[in-house]
Antibody, heavy 123, light 110 residues
């Protein structure tokens, strides 16, 4: 079955760079319509889409955060990596990776989500 | 970028029908997607496209749209439907993927 699992630091200091890894299983990046996004959710607040990478390595970023984000993938390891520079306490959130599947691609919808990883930004 | 607006909270009596709405200019062009999120859990896709339900989502959940408003309707509401519901859609940006989310609606089943 399809699973995604996020990993990364629980705590980062302001101005540091955050690196998160999403390890996927149950599907491969063999179809160009498949892709993975990163989405975050501050405590008690709404979801916010951050970045997306397609099987063919095409990438999209949130316009408001584009200058701080880099998304990449390692197909051999079935991993998608997100880096976010210059972290701020306002970036404290649960970070999710989610798959955009073959049936949901046309609607920018995410059919499978990881459990999320909570990242706190504090000195 | 566009915005999607949702009522912060809605309640429904057990077994009754409830409609959760989402408003935004992007919905004139793109379908809304709906996610259910229970406390301390990841969101779950419940409706996408015109009115598509992923496998495992009960047919009590349905989606519709008119103008700039999309709706998620839950018929015969159950206690387990109590959750936060988020709408999303494609934004009007020029990137390949550009998703916006609404602020979420907390559904209470009385």
């Amino acid at each position: 079955q399809v699973t995604l699992k996020e990993s990364g630091p629980v705590l980062v200091k302001p101005t540091e760079t955050l690196t998160l890894t999403c390890t996927v299983s149950g599907f491969s990046f063999s179809n160009v319509r498949l892709g993975v996004s990163w989405i975050r959710q501050p405590p008690g607040k709404a979801l916010e889409w951050l970045a997306h990478i397609f099987s063919n390595d095409e990438k999209s970023y949130s316009t408001s955060l584009e200058s701080r984000l880099t998304i990449s993938k390692d197909t051999s390891k079935s991993q998608v990596v997100l880096t976010m520079t210059n972290m701020d306490p306002l970036d404290t959130a649960t970070y999710y990776c989610a798959r955009m599947g073959l049936e949901t691609y046309d609607y920018d919808a995410f059919d499978f989500w990881g459990q999320g990883t909570m990242v706190t930004v504090s000195s | 970028s566009s915005e999607l607006t949702q009522d912060p909270a809605v309640s429904v009596a057990l077994g009754q029908t409830v409609r959760i709405t989402c408003q935004g200019d992007s919905l004139r062009t793109y379908y809304a997607t709906w996610y259910q999120q229970k406390p301390r859990q990841a969101p779950v896709l419940v409706i996408y496209g015109k009115n598509n339900r992923p496998s495992g989502i009960p047919d009590r959940f349905s989606g519709s749209s008119s103008g700039n408003t999309a709706s998620l309707t839950i018929t015969r509401a159950q206690a387990e439907d109590e959750a936060d519901y988020y709408c999303s859609s494609r934004d009007s940006g020029g990137t390949l993927v550009d998703v916006i989310f609404g602020g979420g609606t907390k559904l209470t089943v009385l």
